[in-house]
């Protein structure tokens, strides 16, 4: 897929990826890397993150980083390394993520405090370390990858929505600041669509096999959120809401909460 106005917009070409192993971070990589862009790959899973760099390294530069976005220290050796090797960064896509579903009641304090550790202070770091870099050049897009569960608030899933309502709410906050200085903030919001984002859930395995059972019958993939992101992005587009049914839920949401709290109030008789 030709990336024209994205190319046209960022001629040096250049991006950091976080959980570029596996999923959405590899479908981001993939159509950048077809578009030769020089890439940045990070990701915790160091056999995931090569089976990636070797699958694209024929169509471009690719550089690797082991990092877990959770731990500051290592956030911030990773992006002096990035840095050096590319002084001008035009592209930074906080992908990163983990996915869990319990009742608050039934969710302990450990995997609250491990969501929100991955999902928002991981993107706040991605954040916070690239942004004097795009500010110095006074340019380059930030892509943020949030959920429709940042603002669907369904229960079953605290933690989970709450770390995503977080990069909603900082991604909204960049946006506005970082607008001036022409630099561009997107935030991605969809529903399920297929990858491995359950993979590691400890909340209740009833909840984990329903979403399994979502992404497995979801009519969209990573490779169309990731396509949908960065064609949007480069438009300016703050929020990209993708697929339709994720668009559909956003109108309800605004427009017919109570129809929204009747089938919440349904879920909750299943669930609890």
Request: proline content about 3%; glycine content about 6%.
């Amino acid at each position: 897929m030709e990336l024209t106005k994205l190319n046209s917009k960022f001629p040096n070409k250049c991006a950091f990826i976080t959980g570029a192993g596996s999923g959405l971070g590899t479908a981001f990589a993939k159509l950048l890397a077809a578009n030769h862009w020089t890439l940045h790959l990070s990701d915790i899973n160091e056999a995931t993150l090569s089976e990636t760099s070797e699958l694209l390294a024929h169509q471009t530069t690719v550089y690797t980083y082991i990092l877990d976005v959770s731990n500051r220290n290592q956030y911030e050796q990773v992006h002096q390394k990035v840095i050096r090797n590319s002084p001008q960064i035009d592209l930074v896509i906080n992908n990163a993520g983990i996915g869990d579903a319990a009742l608050f009641k039934e969710y302990t304090l450990a995997n609250w405090e491990k969501m929100i550790h991955i999902n928002l202070l991981g993107t706040f770091y991605g954040c916070h370390f690239f942004t004097p870099t795009l500010l110095s050049q006074q340019s380059g897009l930030i892509i943020n990858v949030g959920s429709a569960a940042g603002f669907m608030n369904s229960p079953g899933a605290s933690a989970y929505n709450v770390s995503k309502a977080g990069v909603f709410s900082l991604s909204e906050t960049l946006y506005h600041e970082l607008k001036p200085h022409n630099v561009h903030v997107s935030v991605v919001t969809p529903t399920f669509f297929k990858t491995n984002l359950m993979d590691g859930a400890n909340g209740s395995k009833r909840l984990k096999n329903s979403a399994e059972k979502q992404m497995k019958h979801s009519k969209t993939n990573a490779h169309k959120v990731a396509a949908t992101a960065l064609i949007e992005a480069a438009k300016g587009t703050f929020q990209i809401i993708h697929p339709s049914n994720a668009k559909r839920m956003y109108f309800l949401k605004k427009w017919f909460p109570s129809f929204i709290n009747k089938q919440y109030k349904k879920m909750m008789e299943k669930i609890s």
